[in-house]
């Protein structure tokens, strides 16, 4: 069974920097398509960034140049480096991870930005 378990949030300040990690199970990585996505209250959930097997990634316009999608094959873990955060980057922060057609989700973390 195929499982993603989110941890890394909190409370931080503008401007300021957070990393979430994303542990997954069931499934290696490196051979998986992962994914991190967002909700704000009262909004849809939103694409943040996104690897590939191969290596590339893809990110949100909104995010695009602030963060950074990395993953550790070794730990099997995906990381989202989040640096010159705004307070409109508030939300519950979800990881994925696309296995054989299926969609995986974790229970999500709550970023909150705000002074």
């Known amino acids: 069974q195929v499982r993603v378990t989110e941890s890394g949030g909190g409370l931080v300040q503008p401007g300021g920097s957070l990393r979430l990690s994303c542990a997954a199970s069931?499934?290696?990585?490196?051979?998986?398509?992962m994914g991190w996505y967002r909700q704000a209250p009262g909004k849809e959930r939103e694409f943040v960034a996104g690897i590939i097997s191969g290596g590339n990634k893809k990110y949100g316009d909104a995010v695009e140049d602030r963060f950074t999608i990395s993953r550790d094959n070794r730990k099997n873990e995906v990381y989202l480096q989040m640096n010159s955060l705004k307070p409109e980057d508030t939300a519950v922060y979800y990881c994925?991870?696309?296995?054989?057609?299926?969609?995986?989700w974790g229970q999500g973390t709550q970023v909150t930005v705000s002074s």
């Open positions: 994925n991870a696309a296995v054989r057609g299926h969609t995986y």
């Open positions: 069931g499934t290696i990585i490196r051979a998986t398509t």
